[in-house]
T-cell receptor, first 112, second 111 residues
Framework: SQQGEEDPQALSIQEGENATMNCSYK?????LQWYRQNSGRGLVHLILIRSNEREKHSGRLRVTLDTSKKSSSLLITASRAADTASYFCATDDTATGNQFYFGTGTSLTVIP | KAGVTQTPRYLIKTRGQQVTLSCSPI?????VSWYQQTPGQGLQFLFE???????NKGNFPGRFSGRQFSNSRSEMNVSTLELGDSALYLCASSMVGDEQFFGPGTRLTVL
């Protein structure tokens, strides 16, 4: 069963605006990862945040993790048309180790 | 460093047939995981292999099986194909406890 749930399911913004998407999960985790997928292709790894970290940056990406609320957010700043894709969070489970659970994804459309 | 490769990229089969998909991980990665992605169910974990041993298994019927070779390459097999097996099958490799790197996937269509 899926552990992660992304919110919103779909997001449409203008180029240059910021995009925020959220992920909630159910169990204790070792780490949480965010991925991007373009139109039915393979997933591209964006960022990994470990359970003892609260915030992480990578370029225009900012990820936060709140383990007390079992939630994470992904912020994309100054969005571009090329950011149009589906975004997924993936969590492991401390009980099952290297088995990852993916959320349902947020479909982001950036309008030029 | 070469990425994860999957073959074939596209496959069309008929109900009742079987299929074998192949995945070559990134050099040095010993963990290989398989996922099924469908519009209705999203990304579902199939199984994970490490050092030729299946360590984790998702909630799929026994028709879905896999194996890993000593060079970490992995195959998954689906027997007695059903229409509902049509999906994008993704393979991912990783160092244990680290980020997973995905291949481009194999698009399986069952007619």
């Amino acid at each position: 069963s899926q552990q992660g749930e992304e919110d919103p399911q779909a997001l449409s913004i203008q180029e240059g605006e910021n995009a925020t998407m959220n992920c909630s999960y159910k169990t204790s985790i070792n780490n949480l990862q965010w991925y991007r997928q373009n139109s039915g292709r393979g997933l591209v790894h964006l960022i990994l945040i470990r359970s003892n970290e609260r915030e992480k940056h990578s370029g225009r990406l900012r990820v936060t993790l709140d383990t007390s609320k079992k939630s994470s957010s992904l912020l994309i700043t100054a969005s571009r048309a090329a950011d149009t894709a589906s975004y997924f969070c993936a969590t492991d489970d401390t009980a099952t180790g290297n088995q990852f659970y993916f959320g349902t994804g947020t479909s982001l459309t950036v309008i030029p | 460093k070469a990425g994860v490769t999957q073959t074939p990229r596209y496959l069309i089969k008929t109900r009742g047939q079987q299929v074998t998909l192949s995945c070559s991980p990134i050099s040095g990665h010993r963990s290989v995981s398989w996922y099924q992605q469908t519009p209705g169910q999203g990304l579902q974990f199939l199984f994970e292999y490490f050092s030729e041993t299946q360590r984790n298994k998702g909630n799929f019927p026994g028709r879905f099986s896999g194996r890993q070779f000593s060079n970490s390459r992995s195959e998954m097999n689906v027997s007695t194909l059903e229409l509902g097996d049509s999906a994008l099958y993704l393979c991912a490799s990783s160092m244990v406890g680290d980020e997973q790197f995905f291949g481009p996937g194999t698009r399986l269509t069952v007619l």
